[in-house]
């Protein structure tokens, strides 16, 4: 920290982390250091494994692919560093650091929140107008579904981080967190951050208000469907679908759309390594272990190697 006309301005972050036992510290860093590997293997393989295999070349897949690099951008943006001040004991981060990884990751979640309801729709299309679903799903539709995604997630990134460092920091230092989540920086300001809660309560809120009810509006006409015809095809690729939207859309709720006051910084932890580390490394497998064309994929990959060799 730096002293200016009998005032400290604050340069970095001291990150708290989980706890400050060592040998706790120690145990975390060889729990978490497997899960962040298996994220960065199962994200990257599986949006590999949808660009490499042709069968694999349609809309579902594709957004799936998207998913893929969302989760693995919002876990590489917060595990790296969680992971090397497990190891280290202490960690710190300076302040442009940490607004680059609040707008990494505000970005990557809003934007998985959009591609989210996009999958509903596919989904929607795919099981209720099946013999439409070539005109209904175009490549082009496809990619500006993406692309909308992408703008909305850094539209917000770029809102919540921008503001959030417009504010002083002339007080502590001490982050009471593993990463620059908006609450935990907010609460440090020493100026007012109504209009920072009011953004992340408007900003959060609509998106996550209008995906999820349209993944719910998708799913409900769906189910509609399904009950009146009897076909339940298609309907493995929903439930991996939902379980994906239940745990994600549960945790992000709990901890953005709260009252001001409500934080509590053990709880809130244990929620963010939900989001951050544990549904991104989830995801690959649950989409993979309930799908039977990626299995096939998977397959054909590995047979075809062990041919060559």
Known sequence: MALHHNTTKVTEFILLGFT??????????????????????????????????????????????????????????????????????????????????????????????????????DRYVAICRP?????????????????????????????HSSMAFRLPFCRANTLDHFFCDIPPVLVLACADTHINQFLLFVVCGTIQSITLMAIISSYGIILWTVGRTGSFRGMSTCGSHLTVVGVLYGTLIFMYLRPDGTYAPQTDKMTSVFYTVVIPTLNPAIYSLRNSEVKQAVKKRFSSGRHQV
């Not at 693995?72 to 990884?101: E, F, H, N, R, W």
């Not at 992408?150 to 990134?157: C, E, L, N, R």
């Open 20 to 121: 400050s036992q060592r040998n706790l510290q120690l145990l975390l860093f060889s729990f978490f250091l497997p899960i962040y590997f298996l994220s960065v293997a199962g994200n990257l393989g599986l949006a590999i494994l949808i660009r490499a295999d042709r069968a694999l070349h349609t809309p579902m897949y594709y957004f799936l692919s998207h998913l893929a690099l969302m989760d693995l951008c919002s876990c590489c943006t917060v595990a790296p560093k969680m992971l090397l001040g497990l190891l280290k004991g202490y960690d710190s981060i300076p302040i442009p650091a940490c607004a680059l990884q609040m707008f990494s990751f505000a970005a990557a979640s809003d934007a998985e929140c959009c591609l989210l309801a996009a999958m509903a729709y």
């Open 131 to 159: 013999l439409h679903y070539g005109t209904a799903m175009p490549q082009r539709l496809c990619c500006l579904l993406v692309a909308a995604s992408y703008v909305v997630g850094m539209a917000s990134g770029v809102i």
